[in-house]
């Protein structure tokens, strides 16, 4: 199984991490995972086809939003909160705390 | 010719700003307003294609970031500053003063 790549913290780009999380499956993923703990994806999106959703796990991954962790035949997913407040302070406190679709 | 359809405040979506702010070009064009002045599409990205830009002038429009206004040939362009400032406080001060590419 391929190896899951994450961009270093120096890779993250503010506009990647605006793309990620300018759709709305994408955005309700990562406020899911706003208090930090770890999940698996069928915790978090679960009527959602695990098809339609290897595309969104990637887009988080890869701009840097969460982390994605194999174990056994689940992936886990943690918010890169620490890092993204580092890099963008107050960004994530905006972001997540706005109801999806009610602004 | 059409009129141009500008959301209002209330239907502006938080999760449609990011998406839309959520390019290089797009960003770079809300930069590029974040002063508050009117400026028409030429000023801004002088270089680039009028074709390659209607794309993104839309994004932005139809998410509610900025306005469009024509003037005879001119379309010029402002900042939703002080709704955007209003809906979502703060973001615009984090995601505009961000530079392009280096975080």
């Known amino acids: 199984m391929a190896a899951l790549h994450h961009p270093d913290i120096d890779d993250i780009e503010l506009v990647y991490v ?5 759709h709305p499956a994408r955005l309700q993923i990562a406020r899911a ?9 069928g915790e978090i999106m679960p009527d959602v086809p695990k098809s339609s ?16 962790r ?3 035949r689940k992936l886990y997913l943690t918010l890169r909160r620490d890092e993204l407040d580092a890099l963008f302070p107050g960004l994530l406190d905006i972001v997540l705390t706005e109801p999806v679709g009610t602004r």
Chains 1, 2 share one sequence.
């Not at 959703?53 to 982390?67: D, K, N």
């Open 70 to 72: 194999r174990a056994g």
């Open 53 to 68: 959703m290897t595309h969104h796990w990637r887009a988080l991954r890869e701009s840097g939003v969460i982390r994605q």
């Open 18 to 22: 605006l793309a990620a999380l300018g």
């Open 33 to 41: 995972l706003a208090d930090g703990v770890e999940r698996y994806c």
